[in-house]
């Protein structure tokens, strides 16, 4: 079974920091673009970023620029997103995500979805 699966969500003071991880399994994902999604309640899904299976292109929402950083490690099968700097405007679920023929930031277009992993950032 090809599962996506979150963790590190938690809660955190605003200026603090966390680092998401996406375990894969099931398959692995040579050749698929991963990336993150959060969802705030009463808000639709929206793009936070995402990253190709080289490493050589990453992608950022304005909103997060200079804050947040998205890696993956191969090897493990792994996605992160190092969170930095956070706001209470971050508090949403993150949902970690790929797909091989999509366009960036339109969710439907990829093919596997994680659960979601809560992020609650205090003032």
């Known amino acids: 079974q090809v599962q996506l699966v979150e963790s590190g969500g938690g809660l955190v003071q605003a200026g603090g920091s966390l680092r998401l991880s996406c375990a894969a399994s099931?398959?692995?994902?040579?050749?698929?673009?991963m990336a993150w999604f959060r969802q705030a309640p009463g808000k639709e899904r929206e793009f936070v970023s995402a990253?190709?299976?080289?490493?050589?292109?990453?992608y950022y929402a304005d909103s997060v620029k200079g804050r947040f950083t998205i890696t993956r490690d191969n090897a493990k099968n792994t996605m992160y997103l190092q969170k930095t700097s956070l706001k209470p405007g971050n508090t949403a679920v993150y949902y970690c995500?790929?797909?091989?023929?999509?366009?960036?930031?339109?969710?439907?277009?990829?093919?596997?979805w994680g659960q979601g992993t809560q992020v609650a950032v205090s003032s």
């Open positions: 995500a790929a797909g091989r023929l999509l366009r960036l930031r339109v969710p439907s277009d990829y093919d596997y």
């Open positions: 099931g398959r692995t994902f040579s050749g698929y673009r």
């Open positions: 990253i190709n299976w080289s490493s050589l292109s990453a």
